[in-house]
């Protein structure tokens, strides 16, 4: 298991797993957050490092420098 | 201006501008969307060319391949 | 559908589609961007959202803290 | 200097330097390529080391998970 | 403070802050990790909030699909 | 085979390649670096026309702006 840390990243929102599909090295992770649903494309080796499962607490983190802004056409 | 597009990013998560912050080439604004706080480091340019003002709806695009995942410790 | 916006994002460059290679969650896409080829990996699901097929128009976004620089050796 | 590498970005497209504003710890530079400018925000440490100069060849690099896709709304 | 977690990202590596140059909004810090240094650029706010000082251990965090590869020329 | 360049990048840590996992249009690499171990998703493409193979040497690439710091917790 990776160590627990304190971590840069100005994002960490804190939601619940609402879906994991897993496809060869990957997986496409649902959380919800508030009324918002994030979509995260992860590892499949850190789905299972982290034991994450449906209907479980995680965060989702973002850097800073990764968010882009925009308007309404 | 730029176009108006629909984009590919997962993640396109609507807000209020909290706060905006410029400095040399670079600004860091904070969104406000529902219960949570979204911060951005994009270029004082885009701040520019988007009109964007604190009090105005704007939204957060994320890539989701540049969200991870975290587990309280 | 994902809603028309204006976006930060520095790098909008318009293209055709030239080759989708689907596998898993994710797909490879190319666009011929003037006398360049540009290649994405995003999400299956966004090359279906956004009906991306061969020959049609799409823009390649990048943001300009993901792009580096170099110079021939 | 750096060493001579070949990388594993899909994406690197040859240009021509056409601007570089320096401020702070960063630099914004724009390369002309083809008909399209792309623009990149690197560190200025990088700007100094590969002596990038406006008028000069250079290439953007960008790995293919940076890049979205969009389409004219 | 930011909160303990376990995070996805597949490169957690225990370094030695070297050197901080903070400039605007942003920092450069450079964390010495076995024989090699590493450079990050993140917000002065994360180094505040983190309270990171040279000499003081520390982690660089990595998302896999962020790192490139290469040989050398 | 792409041409050889001298990159921006700040971080071009030299390793040994310890394993290569590929899957679909990716794969997921591991590097020996001194005594760490860096992981990198890069795309199947890539690996191929490197040449990548298990005990050869190769670099792990990172922009700075990528990399993020975490203090044990």
Known sequence: MSQPVQI???NQL???VEEIRTEGLLA???LR???ETVTAV???EAVDELELAVGQP???I???T???LAREA
Chains 1, 2, 3, 4, 5, 6 share one sequence.
Do not use: F
Request: proline share 0%.
């Open 8 to 10: 840069s990243a100005r």
């Open 14 to 16: 804190k939601g619940v």
């Open 28 to 30: 496409q992770v649902r």
């Open 33 to 35: 957050i508030g009324g």
């Open 42 to 44: 992860i590892t499949r």
């Open 58 to 60: 995680a965060l989702a």
């Open 62 to 64: 973002i850097k800073a």
């Open 66 to 68: 990764e968010v882009m």
